[in-house]
C-alpha cells in the first residue's frame, strides 16, 4: 500500500476530528492524535501515539565458528543486529591443512558472509572492518575499514551497542620469540594456507635449480613444523602424502632429499589427545620417516636456520630449513588486551567470562570461542552458602533427604562434581556424603560436608580451542538471547545459593561428540565420547561423513 492509498483510507475512514489527526501527522513528520475538546476551559489534547518497542542494538565481533553459529540462530524480532570483522567470509578451518598441500580447494571451505545475512532475510547488516578499540564506558565499539582503498584514507567509524558479543578469534602464540614473525609461516587463515602452498613448490623449484650443492638442495627442501598439536600433526602428515604422491613425479631429482621435521616442546605429539591415539600417531609417523624432535623448545629462527634447546641435556642445535611453519597455540590480540585492561583482567593471559559467557567485570558484554575461556566458580567458593541452602530447618546437619533437594542444582551449576563421580566411580550422588570406610550415613555437619567436597574442584579444566567447543557457544548464547525475557520472569537456571532466586539461564555446557586428527595415508584417529577411541583406515569414512555434514549445514542453514 502506498502513501497516498493509506492517506485516503484514514480520511474516509473517521471523523472529522480524526481528519485533524492525519493533516497534524503531515506537517510534523511525527504520529500525533489531536482531539478538539469541547470542555469549558475549551483546551486541545495531544497525545503521543504509542510505538513499538525499540529494538536491542546488538554488535558482533567476528565470523568465525562462534560468531556466525550465534547469527545463523538468534531470533532478530527483538534484535538489531551489526557484524563487523576483517573477513567477508565464513572459513570451515578443521580443513586448513588440506588447503596447504592442495587435497581441498580453498574455495570449498568458505562461505561468503554476506550469504549466511542473505538466509536471514538481509535483517543482519555487516561490515568488512577491523575493530581498532573496544569502549565499555560509553557502550560503543571504533572500527576502520580494512579494505585497501578505504584504509588507505583511514576511515574510522563507531557503533554503539546494548549487547556485544566479541568472537574474534586468537592469534599464534610466538612466546616472544626471535625471528617468528619475520621467518615463520602460521596456518590461522585461508591466506595463510595458501601462502604456504606456493612456498613449498618454490622450495623445490629453488631445489633444482642448476649449480646447487646438495647440503643447498637438502636445506630447501627441509620443511620444519614446530608444535605437535592437531593442526601441526595434520599438516606434517598432508605434506608428507603431497610430497610422495605428486611432487616426487615432478621433481624426481630430489626425491631422496626431502625430509619433514616435527618438533614439540613436550614429551608427546597429540598430548591433549587419549595416550593411544598420541603414540599411534608417534608411530605412524617413524613408519612415514616424518621426524619427531619432543622435549626441545625454538629459541630463534632466522631465514635458514632454526635453533632449539633439548630439554633433557641443555644443547644448543642448529636446523637448516627450508620453511618453518609455527603451530604452537594461541595468544590474545592486541584489541582484546587494550579491553582487559579497562575492565581489570589485565594481569590475565586471557579474557575470561562466567559459565553463561558474559565478560567478568563488564556488563552487557559476552565473549566466545578461542578469544575468551571460561573461568568456571570452584565449589568450594560456595560451600557454606550450599550447606545453608540445603540445610532448610538450620539444624546445624544436612541430612540425605537435604542434599537430594539441591544436588540438580549443583550438578548443573558445577559441572565439576559429575567430573568427580565418574572418576570415583560412584553411583549415587550421595555417595559423596558415606563416610571414610564407605558407610552410609544419615546426615553430615559442615565440617562433613565441606571435607566431602573438598577433592571435587580438582577436576576442573578448561575446554579445548576447538571449532566444536565455539559452534556450541554461539548456539547457546543465542538461545539466551531468544528467550531473556521469559527468562526475567520464569528461570531456569540452578538455585542462587549466593542470593535469592534461581538464575535465568542454565549455564553452558561443552557436549563433546569426537574429535578428529587426520594422520595421512587415509589414517585417522578419533576420540569419542566415554574414553574411545577409534584408528586407522576404518575412521576416515567416520571423519569424512561427519565433516561433509557439518560443511553442508554450515552452508544450508
Known sequence: ????????????????????????SLSSGGLLAYADSHSDDNKSIIEQSPKEPQKKKVVVLGTGWAGTSFLKDLDLKSYDVQVVSPRNYFAFTPLLPSVTCGRVEARSIVEPVRNIIKKRSGEIQFWEAECLKIDPANKKVICCSNVEENAARNDKFSLE??????AVGAQVNTFNTPGVFEHCHFL???????????TVIDCFEKAVLPGMTEEERKTNLHFVIVGGG???????????DFVHEDLVKIYPLVKDLVKITVIQSGDHILNMFDKRISSFAEQKFQRDGIEVLTGCRVIRVSDKLINVKMKSTGEDISIPHGIVVWSTGLGTRPLLRDFMQQIGQGNRRILATDEWLRVEGCEDVYALGDCATIDQRK???????????????????????EFQDVVEDIIIRYPQVELYLKSKHFSEV??????????????????GFELALSHVDSKMKSLPATAQVAAQQGAYLSRCFNIKEKGKHDPEGPLRFRGPGRHEFRPFRYKHFVQFVALGGEQVAAELPGDRVSMGRSTQWLWYSVYARTAFHTKMD
Do not use: W
Request: a negative charge; glycine letters at 6%; proline letters at 2%.
Open 188 to 198: 590461522k587463515e585461508i591466506e595463510d594456507a595458501q601462502r604456504i602452498r606456493r
Open 1 to 24: 500500500m502506498n502513501f497516498f492509498s493509506y492517506f485516503n483510507r484514514i480520511l474516509h475512514g473517521h471523523p472529522s476530528g480524526s481528519k485533524l489527526l492525519v493533516l497534524c
Open 161 to 166: 551497542y546494548d549487547y556485544l558479543v566479541i
Open 230 to 240: 592437531p593442526t601441526g600433526v595434520e599438516f606434517a602428515a598432508d605434506l608428507h
Open 379 to 401: 565449589i568450594m567458593e560456595d560451600i557454606s552458602s550450599i550447606f545453608k541452602a540445603a540445610d532448610k530447618d538450620d539444624s546445624g546437619f544436612l541430612t540425605i533427604e
Open 430 to 447: 550421595t555417595d559423596l556424603l558415606k563416610d571414610s570406610e564407605g558407610n552410609d550415613r544419615d546426615a553430615v555437619t559442615i565440617e
